[in-house]
């Protein structure tokens, strides 16, 4: 909470010039000597102050008048009169109804009952109390778990196999993520950010497949080919030459509900802490955010994510993999807000993958960067898609595209971004036609543009050299990608 200053304040200023201390309280004990004629000594009692004989009381006994007695014959008269009434009416009462109005059982009798009753709701209420059992109360875990739930000691020995370790060897260094197993004869799955630009790739295989203790770390890893990698859906397959291996069993990501427990296995910051285990609860489903210009439907979870745990499992009560971890907020912005891709959603990506090595899904056939809103201001340009290249023989092409035209719509919808601009391509099938709006030399044009097969997965996308005309230029929404760190 440091982002609060400590001099905020109700709005009320005090009545005193200091608010760093305790507020003092006024002395409520001191009062005029003008409004009170007592005063209070040392002793804390107050004392009166005689003035003289004014204040002194005598008695003076008189002797008593003739009239007086008259008077007070009369007023005993009064009352006897008043009780000979009263007597009367009771009496009355009491031959008409047959009731006595007050007995001294009936009143005997009905304290006795109020008595009874305050009794038997003191016994109640401490019965009701005694019935609950502090010392057993659930745990979070419980409580996010069905009742047929694995425990999770158990969910860790039937997955744990199943997540291997990733190191890539990159132009500039290495880096290293989490893999899942899928099927006994060596495919695995990642993230497709977690293989970008590697020159080798090797898969580490869990302590688990140690053959005895002798068993070397290079004994556990194997050399792994990448079979394919889709960047726009974050996820990549490779393979690695190995047999009996533990795949892992994979759930539905339709069937979970906010609240329910997630379990995250990986390997955060590198092998040293391989196979780590995190929980929590899944927060919240259909989390549609934008990552590095790729709008994705994610599953955020508040279990615990780090660098290293990419490409790893999110799983479920029973045991099942939900989901794929992708990406996490940066502690920066905040805490407990950790991604992971449904796995509904990336099971036809990761067959296209196997089949054809690249996901099979319409292309403009273009190449560019975005336009951000500060150069768009500066130039007084609108923002939007800015084409750097066109396919020679693409439909973008027959249409009439030309470099430097900036895509601000497509089918009468605006777009500011590439992401923007693939969420509606990606609704379209192969062969459809979409109409383009093009800001061109100061004027706006329409084009109708056929989409053709993407010939690889790195078609349409934004090259990380050209994501912006300048990096020291950022929008609001730019900004908030920075809160989302793939690794």
Do not use: W
Not at 77 to 106: H, R
Not at 278 to 306: E, F, P
Not at 356 to 364: A, Q
């Amino acid at each position: 909470m440091s982002e609060f200053n400590n001099n905020y304040h109700s709005g009320y200023e005090p009545e005193n010039d200091s608010v760093s201390g305790s507020f003092s309280r006024p002395n409520t004990n001191s009062y005029s000597s003008s409004r009170y004629n007592s005063f209070s000594d040392s002793s804390g009692y107050t004392n009166f102050n005689q003035q003289g004989t004014a204040n002194e009381f005598y008695y003076s006994p008189h002797k008593p008048s003739a009239g007086k007695g008259k008077k007070a014959l009369t007023a005993i008269i009064a009352v006897l009169s008043i009780v000979a009434l009263g007597t009367t009416s009771l009496v009355g009462y009491t031959l008409i109804t047959g009731n006595n109005p007050v007995s001294p059982q009936t009143a005997a009798s009905a304290k006795a009952d109020d008595n009874d009753s305050k009794s038997e709701d003191t016994s109640q209420g401490s019965s009701d109390s005694s019935q609950i059992d502090r010392k057993n109360l659930p745990t979070i875990a419980q409580l996010a778990t069905p009742s047929d739930a694995m425990a999770i000691p158990d969910i860790v020995t039937k997955v744990s196999p199943s997540v291997v370790g990733i190191s890539c060897i990159l132009s500039q260094g290495t880096a290293t993520g989490s893999g899942i197993i899928m099927s006994a004869d060596g495919y695995i799955i990642t993230n497709a950010h977690v293989v970008d630009g590697a020159k080798s790739v090797s898969v580490l295989l869990p302590k688990s497949y140690a053959k005895n203790s002798s068993t070397k770390e290079e004994d556990l890893t194997y050399k792994a080919t990448i079979v394919g990698k889709d960047t726009q859906t974050d996820i990549a397959v490779l393979k690695i030459d190995a047999k009996d291996l533990t795949a892992c069993e994979f759930g539905k990501s339709s069937e979970i509900k906010v609240g329910e427990i997630s379990i995250v296995i990986g390997n955060p910051l590198g092998f040293s802490l391989a196979n780590s285990v995190t929980s929590g609860i899944i927060s919240a489903k259909d989390r549609v955010l934008t990552v590095q210009d790729r709008t994705m439907n994610l599953i955020q979870t508040d279990a615990s994510i780090n660098n290293g745990n990419s490409g790893g499992p999110l799983i479920n009560a029973y045991g099942q993999v939900i989901g794929i971890t992708s990406a996490k907020v940066s502690s920066t912005y905040g805490e407990g807000l950790g991604f992971a891709i449904p796995i509904d959603e990336a099971m036809p990506v990761i067959k296209s993958l196997m089949e054809n090595g690249y996901v099979k899904r319409p292309s403009l056939g273009v190449a560019g960067r975005n336009v951000s809103a500060t150069y768009a201001e500066y130039y007084n340009i609108p923002r939007g898609y800015q084409v750097v290249t066109v396919t020679k023989g693409s439909g973008a092409e027959k249409a009439g595209v030309k470099p430097n035209d900036i895509i601000i719509g497509i089918n009468d919808t605006s777009v500011s971004t590439l992401g923007e601009l693939n969420v509606v391509k990606n609704k379209c099938k192969i062969g459809d036609t979409v109409k383009l709006t093009i800001y061109r030399d100061g004027k706006m044009i329409d084009l109708n543009v056929t989409l053709d097969e993407a010939k690889s997965s790195e078609e349409d996308t934004t090259k990380s050299s050209e994501r912006d005309y300048s990096q020291q230029y950022k929008s609001y929404s730019d900004l908030f990608r920075d809160y989302l760190n793939n690794f």
